[in-house]
């Protein structure tokens, strides 16, 4: 999964600012979120759920045409499983998806 980010991010720019360094925004996509399907319950889960959550924002991206997300967030869930004591967490990224020249 690891190296399927890393091949995305040659296609589509993630940045968490409004727009990237000397380019414009031709046309905006809109408003993108994509919450991890990983349930995290410790650090290697937790950076599966990561790379799962923005893999998926990065395809969904690209499927609409954009070739650029941003104001990049990442926020996390933390919540208890049913019928076990641990709690684990959900990664949820979020972005704009854009047009830049």
Same mark, same amino acid.
């Given at each position: 999964? %690891?190296?399927? %980010?890393?091949? &995305?991010?040659?296609?589509?720019?993630? &940045?968490?600012?409004?727009?990237?360094?000397?380019?414009?925004?031709?046309?905006?996509?809109?408003?993108?979120?994509?919450?991890? #399907?990983?349930? #995290?319950?410790?650090? #290697?889960?937790?950076? %599966?759920?990561?790379?799962?959550?923005?893999?998926?924002?990065?395809?969904?991206?690209?499927?609409? *045409?954009?070739? #650029? &997300?941003?104001?990049?967030?990442?926020?996390?869930?933390?919540?208890?499983?049913? *019928?076990?004591?641990?709690?684990?967490?959900?990664? &949820?990224?979020?972005?704009?998806?854009?047009?830049?020249?």
């Amino acid at each position: 999964m %690891l190296s399927d %980010l890393e091949a &995305i991010k040659h296609q589509v720019l993630l &940045i968490s600012t409004d727009l990237p360094p000397s380019r414009a925004a031709i046309r905006t996509i809109g408003y993108l979120e994509s919450v991890s #399907a990983v349930e #995290a319950a410790s650090d #290697a889960d937790y950076q %599966l759920a990561e790379c799962d959550a923005l893999l998926t924002l990065a395809r969904n991206a690209l499927a609409k *045409g954009a070739n #650029a &997300i941003v104001g990049l967030r990442k926020t996390h869930a933390h919540y208890d499983q049913p *019928g076990s004591q641990w709690r684990v967490s959900r990664v &949820i990224y979020s972005g704009t998806a854009v047009v830049v020249t």
